[in-house]
Nanobody, 128 residues
Framework: QVQLVESGGGLAQAGGSLRLSCAAS????????ISWFRQAPGKEREFVAG???????????DYLNSVKGRFTISRDYAKNTLYLQMNSLKPEDTAVYYC??????????????????WGQGTQVTVSS
């Protein structure tokens, strides 16, 4: 089992920044794909950003088009922690943000069905 705990959400003004953290514990592995999703009220959960570990080559990252250039995903292997630095926030970024971990390759990184473990979520609210 893997436990994921998000933190760092809160209220920000448009144009501001927040940094989310996701601490992993339990049977963690650097080979997991680990990603951020978000879900706004009345909308489906959507992929925001993800990291795939590809061995000695390093990490591969992927982003939702609307956050490219504003959000940066990173991973501290020593601390088993995933981060999402969010800059230039917009009101449409308002959502509950979840981190998720996948044990093996399978559906695309943006597909929630790929993931085996989910955190409880952290609320991000961006005011205009």
């Amino acid at each position: 089992q893997v436990q994921l705990v998000e933190s760092g959400g809160g209220l920000a003004q448009a144009g501001g920044s927040l940094r989310l953290s996701c601490a992993a514990s339990g049977r963690t592995s650097s080979s997991y794909t680990i990603s951020w999703f978000r879900q706004a009220p009345g909308k489906e959960r959507e992929f925001v950003a993800g990291i795939i570990w590809i061995g000695w080559i390093g990490d591969s990252t992927d982003y939702l088009n609307s956050v490219k250039g504003r959000f940066t995903i990173s991973r501290d292997y020593a601390k088993n922690t995933l981060y999402l630095q969010m800059n230039s926030l917009k009101p449409e970024d308002t959502a509950v943000y979840y981190c998720a971990a996948a044990l093996a390759l399978g559906p695309p990184i943006s597909d929630p069905l790929r993931y085996d473990y989910w955190g409880q979520g952290t609320q991000v609210t961006v005011s205009s």
